[in-house]
Each structure stands twice: as structure tokens, then as C-alpha cells.
């Protein structure tokens, strides 16, 4: 299953309050100085956040270890008629595909 690029989104933010609050509590205690822990913080945060939301979205176009649909790889030459669909949707409903 694919992730929407929302999922992800949030996904990276949830993640980076997480690692950025990490970040700060380490910078903090190095420093000793809260302003300079929060610039870490902020600067930790603004970077990991576009590098994880990217690195989310690259391996999510990457197929290793992902289960494809069974459906997947067919290739469909014409537009498919409401007939079509029917035998379709009957057949994955037979084969446990959809729920009945």
C-alpha cells in the first residue's frame, strides 16, 4: 500500500517533535545555555524535517520488501467498459479479495 504524501507529512512531523526535543535535551546539557539548546533544536528540526519527509517519499517508490497487489503488473491496452469492471469486482470477491 502506498502512503499519500499527508501521511508522510505528518509522520515526519510527529517524528521530528520527538527527535527534536532529543536534540534539545542534549544541547542543553552539553551547553548548559537554553537559547543556544533551542537554536539547535530549530535548525536540528527545519533540516531533518525536509530530509525525512523526502526520504520517506523515495522509498515509498521503492518496490524491495513491499507485497504488490496481484493486479499490479497487468497491462491494460483499452479503456475498461462497466462490464468489465463487474467481471472484475465478481472475481476479486471471489478470490477474497473484497469483502462481499
Known amino acids: 500500500m ?3 504524501k499527508l501521511r508522510s507529512f ?3 512531523i510527529s ?3 520527538i527527535a527534536t526535543m532529543i536534540t534539545f535535551l542534549v544541547a ?5 545555555k537554553t537559547l543556544i539548546a533551542l ?3 530549530a535548525l536540528d528540526m527545519a533540516l531533518k524535517l525536509i ?3 523526502l526520504h520517506e517519499r523515495i522509498w515509498g517508490k521503492i518496490k524491495i520488501g513491499k507485497k504488490l497487489h496481484p493486479l499490479e503488473d ?3 491496452t483499452r479503456n475498461l467498459e462497466e462490464k468489465d469492471k463487474q467481471i472484475i469486482m465478481e472475481k476479486l470477491k471471489e478470490l477474497g ?3 462481499e
Do not use: M, P, Q
Request: net charge positive; aromatic share 16%.
Open 39 to 41: 537554536k539547535i533544536g
Open 28 to 32: 542543553l546539557a552539553l551547553t548548559r
Open 74 to 76: 497487468i497491462k491494460v
Open 97 to 99: 479479495y473484497l469483502d
Open 2 to 4: 502506498n502512503e499519500t
Open 51 to 53: 530530509a525525512y519527509f
Open 10 to 12: 505528518l509522520k515526519s
Open 15 to 17: 517524528w521530528r517533535i
